[in-house]
């Protein structure tokens, strides 16, 4: 059920003083400017992760001399991640140990040209190791959600002798491994994440050595991507909408007040650690922007107040909560309220309504208030918000 049909047959009947004049629901054909995307985070974040790694080693020979193995490969490193909210990109560094086990090689002999077979042959690396990786993100967080991405990763084993082979003569300063790698990232404060990665060397030529590993790493934020409110030019669509049946009343007596309005997340909602409205609460916000124009005597100006959890650093979350409340604010300067009776102001985490730590908590404490300054009429304001609100919840069943 939509919301405004669901709102043209909702009954709004003040009475405030003996005289009264209705105007009737109407039908025009407007222009209403829609925003596929109001505010987002801009530029990178970075984290730091540590932690270790496991893998399963096999190398294939090329040459008859030598027989294959497989082994295991341990380790630990530090990484550096640069992120936004589509993309990763880290640097990291560490050392590592692997043991290789074979069943018998021939290598060159101490003379020219004499060979020496070795059987059951262990074959121990220890290298210093750099790794790179860019991965795309496959989906946003959300509450009690993992982030997964995937991309090309490059790894390099620089020690005197990276081989992975029996061929000590043959000292390789560096091998390199090319492949992919697969993440799945939690959390918000501490970020423990599992890292699966595939590499394949290109530059031994004697042997293919091929890596299967495992990373388990906890990571800390150093600091997060600028939230900011872009301006974008917005596409027109021509649609019909119908104007709430109001009922005013030429009041005798005339007092201001200010009121108070909770945007709960029940009706005006957000993308996850964005400021992009979700479809809803466009149209909530339309609805309730055409009430506010059509009767701007009724009221003087109106302060719109973001608020965030307490989750996150305190600057980020001052960010969002200035740009969701500045997404609410155009989406009502799109439905014709004076932009100039409005202004957009946020709290972050300063201001819980709900002090406890927990997924309840928290859901409440996200929220936009608006809060009206010279209302001749509170009840009849605090009415038709209401009735709005209620016509929401009706469509959404």
Known sequence: ???????KFMPFVFCLGSFHLATAATSQSRTVRTSEDSARPSGFGLNLFVGGDGAFMQTSPTEEDESAK????????????????????????GYSTSLLK???????GDTPGSKVRLENVNIQTKTATADFAARFR????????????????????????????PDTKKAYRAAMFLGAQLGLEFGSDIKPRVMLSYLTDVNLFERQVQVAMLSVQCGVNIFSPKTVVKEIRNLTNDETIKKVPVEKTIERTIVKENVRFLLDSEIVNFETDKAILLKRSEIFLREVGLVLAQNQDRWSSVTIEGHTDIRGSLDYNNRLSLARANAVREALIRADVPAARMRAVGFGPARPIDPAQSEVAWARNRRVELSFEGVKDPRWLKDVLQKLKTALGS???
């Open 102 to 108: 074979g069943s018998g090689d021939i290598v060159d």
């Open 395 to 397: 469509s959404r069943r």
């Open 138 to 165: 496959l989906n946003q967080s959300t509450d009690g959600d993992g982030i997964w991405s995937f991309g090309p990763a490059a790894s390099a084993f620089v020690g005197t002798n990276a081989s992975f082979g």
């Open 70 to 93: 497989q082994g295991t490969l341990y380790g630990g490193k530090a990484v550096l991640t640069f992120y936004n909210p589509n993309l990763e990109i880290e640097a990291g560094a």
């Open 1 to 7: 059920m939509m919301l405004r049909p669901a709102l």
